[in-house]
């Protein structure tokens, strides 16, 4: 009897994989017109597409493709936080590369994604730019109430 495969690395702590490996995912992306899927994400039709794709480009180990495309799902809508829509929308396509380089190698647990402030914090050092300023209506202001003076 044969024994169910089990994946070659931890999905609760993937594997960091070659930024060019990554970047051959966003580049199909953007040639099939999926270029802002790191604001909007995937739907399913469309990432298979894109990864059938990959696989027909990609020449290298197995475990290092999945673990790529792995990555590319978990960046694709990452950039639906405010902050980091804000600093996308204000340096635009600019921001892809040094993104992309970033996913590659930080900490990612499958089923929870990128954390949205460390990568925003690692985006801002790496391209040097400060970290933006929370949006209007992010923070959460607490209202105090008057006292009532209920001894009158």
Same mark, same amino acid.
């Not at 899927?37 to 994400?41: D, I, K, R």
């Not at 050092?125 to 008057?146: D, K, L």
């Given at each position: 009897?044969?024994?169910?495969?089990?994946?070659?690395?931890?999905?609760?702590?993937?594997?960091?994989?070659?930024?060019?490996?990554?970047m051959?995912?966003?580049?199909?992306?953007?040639?099939?017109?999926?270029?802002l899927?790191?604001?909007?994400?995937l739907?399913?039709?469309?990432? #298979?597409?894109?990864?059938?794709?990959?696989?027909?480009?990609?020449?290298?180990?197995?475990?290092?493709?999945?673990?790529?495309?792995?990555?590319?799902?978990?960046?694709?809508?990452?950039? #639906?936080?405010?902050?980091?829509?804000?600093?996308?929308?204000?340096?635009?396509?600019?921001?892809?590369?040094?993104?992309?380089?970033?996913?590659?190698?930080?900490?990612?647990?499958?089923?929870?994604?990128?954390? @949205?402030?460390?990568?925003?914090?690692?985006?801002?050092?790496?391209?040097?730019? @400060?970290?933006?300023? @929370?949006?209007?209506?992010?923070?959460?202001?607490?209202?105090?109430? @008057?006292?009532?003076?209920?001894?009158?």
């Open positions: 009897m044969s024994r169910p495969a089990t994946p070659a690395f931890d999905l609760t702590d993937l594997p960091p994989v070659e930024p060019r490996h990554l051959i995912a966003m580049q199909i992306a953007i040639e099939h017109g999926c270029g899927s790191v604001l909007h994400g739907d399913e039709a469309k990432a #298979k597409s894109l990864e059938q794709a990959f696989w027909q480009r990609f020449s290298g180990e197995t475990a290092e493709g999945v673990a790529s495309l792995l990555r590319f799902r978990s960046l694709s809508g990452l950039f #639906k936080s405010r902050r980091l829509e804000a600093m996308l929308l204000e340096q635009g396509f600019a921001l892809l590369a040094p993104a992309v380089h970033l996913a590659a190698g930080m900490r990612l647990n499958v089923s929870w994604g990128f954390n @949205p402030q460390r990568f925003l914090i690692a985006l801002a050092a790496m391209t040097a730019q @400060p970290t933006p300023a @929370p949006v209007r209506g992010e923070a959460r202001v607490r209202r105090v109430r @008057p006292q009532m003076d209920l001894a009158a």
